[in-house]
């Protein structure tokens, strides 16, 4: 059994899908493997893991991300409903700097998304009752959170649908302070 690495347009952004082993009982995959993680040059440290649950469809979290040196790497997986996905690339020495990737990430498709140290997250729920699971390579530090607005031209991130709720702090980043 393995995992599957696929990149994207972003370097260190990848989507990585399990490689389930069925029988009639169901099937079995691994979802993590340090070892081959480590071996497509991706962070294997794993610090904590969260969940967030949306309660309705069209409900934006993000841009997001942890400033030096609290930098983190996200293994994004949706254990019930669907998410449009989104890395952002603000590592400012990148030739895809202030590019954006989208996956949609779904309970039946199993995909996850990894993000890198350096790149923002954010997601828009697709369905109702969306639970999104982060494996998250650093603990989180208060103080180094970051964001950048979810509609901010300079990022031109096209997402899926009309916002049906946002969180007061992600209204309130300012626009382009990268």
Not at 41 to 52: E, F, K, M, N, R
Not at 61 to 83: C, D, F, N, S
Not at 99 to 121: D, F, K, Q, T
């Amino acid at each position: 059994m393995t995992v599957k690495f696929t990149p994207t347009a972003i370097q260190g952004v990848w989507i990585v899908e399990p490689e389930p082993h069925a029988d009639e009982r169901g099937f079995f995959a691994r979802l993590w493997d340090p070892t081959e993680f480590r071996t497509h040059g991706l962070t294997p440290d794993l610090a904590q893991v969260s969940v967030s649950f949306n309660h309705l469809a069209g409900t934006v979290r993000g841009m997001h991300w942890q400033a030096a040196p609290y930098e983190e790497a996200k293994l994004v997986r949706v254990t019930a409903g669907a998410i449009w996905d989104v890395a952002l690339d603000l590592r400012t020495d990148s030739p895809t700097f202030r590019r954006w990737v989208g996956e949609e990430l779904s309970a039946g498709n199993r995909r996850m998304l990894y993000i890198p140290e350096g790149c923002a997250h954010g997601f828009q729920t697709l369905t109702d009752g969306a639970e999104v699971t982060y494996h998250i390579s650093a603990p989180y530090e208060p103080t180094a959170g970051r964001g950048a607005r979810w509609d901010d031209p300079a990022f031109g991130i096209a997402w899926p649908c009309s916002v049906s709720v946002i969180g007061e702090r992600d209204l309130e980043w300012p626009l382009t302070h990268v």
